[in-house]
């Protein structure tokens, strides 16, 4: 598996790691902001696809 690199923004970064953060206190188990960002982008993807294409629509 190869991966790459995503470059997000600081304010972006310390609002996953406060998430990680609040998980990983009312889970009992360490998470980490890289663990938040990558559970967003496998389970959400297609909803912020469909998202993006209904306001494209109402752009145009």
Do not use: C, P
């Amino acid at each position: 598996m190869s991966y790459k690199t995503l470059r997000v923004r600081e304010s972006d970064q310390i609002k996953l790691e406060r998430a990680a953060i609040e998980i990983s206190f009312k889970t009992g188990k360490q998470v980490q902001w890289t663990d938040v960002a990558r559970y967003m982008f496998e389970n959400m993807l297609t909803d912020a696809k469909h998202g993006m294409i209904q306001e494209t629509k109402k752009d145009q």
